[in-house]
């Protein structure tokens, strides 16, 4: 018996990156998948490797900025597959690393509307569809910047710890409903995302901390999706080694 078998997750920015690489885990693990994104020659990708490798997807095109995607994303889940079990609110973007003084405000306002408000529009389309199921799990990709912050990142970092106050609250208002809510912060990991600035490039930011390949952050993933429906909720779980 697969660990997911006759579960349905929604995973956003499944079209690269720890995105994809969660979609394909989960429907390996026999999970029914919805893999999201704004764009679709990818999560087109994404799917069809899953249905190659005998699992069951399909792609959604949708902006997690746009309340009618979000919700045509979760209408459509739940016509294929009966209902959902998992949202993974992964997609993000990090478009500004200058100081604050000479940062840009429509990239801070992307950046917040795509991290924050994305997922709590994601989280708020779901949460009628799990407490129809009884339980279920919303595993938010958070950030350490979002605990700790650092210069250059404001809008990402603000945006990362609204994420984890976000986590917080709908834990407690979800608890009684067996819904667990909990961060998953993957620390470094080589992606499209993390290497378009060389300055900001992993190497730059973090020394010597375990640089992860989108798969490395797997096992934490099935990990949050497979706890028990009373298992540990409104907790930031880390893959990075070191504080700071
Ligand atoms: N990589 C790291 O080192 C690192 C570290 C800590 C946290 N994280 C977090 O991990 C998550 C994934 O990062 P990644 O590095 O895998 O990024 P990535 O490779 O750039 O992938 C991001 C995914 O999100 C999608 N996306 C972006 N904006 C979207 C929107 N408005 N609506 C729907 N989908 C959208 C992208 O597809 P489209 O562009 O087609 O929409 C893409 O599929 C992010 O939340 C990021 O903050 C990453």
Redesign the pocket.
């Known amino acids: 018996m697969q660990s997911l078998s006759g579960k349905t997750a929604i995973v ?8 994809q690489a969660i979609a394909r885990a989960y429907a390996a693990a026999g999970a029914s998948v919805c893999c ?4 679709s020659a ?1 999560i087109d990708a994404t799917a069809a490797a899953i249905r190659q490798a005998g699992g069951q997807a399909f792609a959604c095109c ?4 746009v309340e009618a995607d979000v919700n045509a994303m979760v209408q459509q889940t739940v016509e294929r597959y009966g209902g959902i079990d998992i949202l993974v609110a ?5 478009l500004d690393q200058r100081n604050v003084q000479d940062s840009d405000i429509g990239l801070w306002r992307a950046t917040i509307e ?2 924050l408000t ?1 997922a709590y529009l994601c989280a708020r389309a779901a949460i009628p569809h799990l407490r129809r199921r009884g339980a279920g799990k919303i595993i938010m ?1 958070g ?1 350490g910047l979002g605990h700790r912050g650092r210069p250059g990142s404001a809008a990402y970092a603000c945006s990362k710890a609204g994420l984890w106050m976000l986590t917080r609250v709908l834990a407690q208002e979800l608890a009684d409903d067996n819904i667990s809510v909990n961060e998953l ?5 080589q ?4 290497s378009v600035d060389p300055q900001h490039s ?1 190497a730059a930011q973090y020394g010597s901390e375990w640089r992860k390949q ?1 798969d490395d952050v797997v096992p934490l993933a099935l990990f949050l999706a497979t706890q028990p429906d009373r298992g540990p909720t409104a907790q930031s779980y880390s893959l990075m080694r070191r504080d700071g």
């Open positions: 956003t920015g499944a079209g690269r990156g720890i995105g999201a994104a704004r764009s990818e949708a902006d997690v900025t992964n997609a993000g973007v990090d795509t991290n994305g990709i950030s912060i993957p620390g470094p990991v992606t499209a995302a993390s992993v989108p």
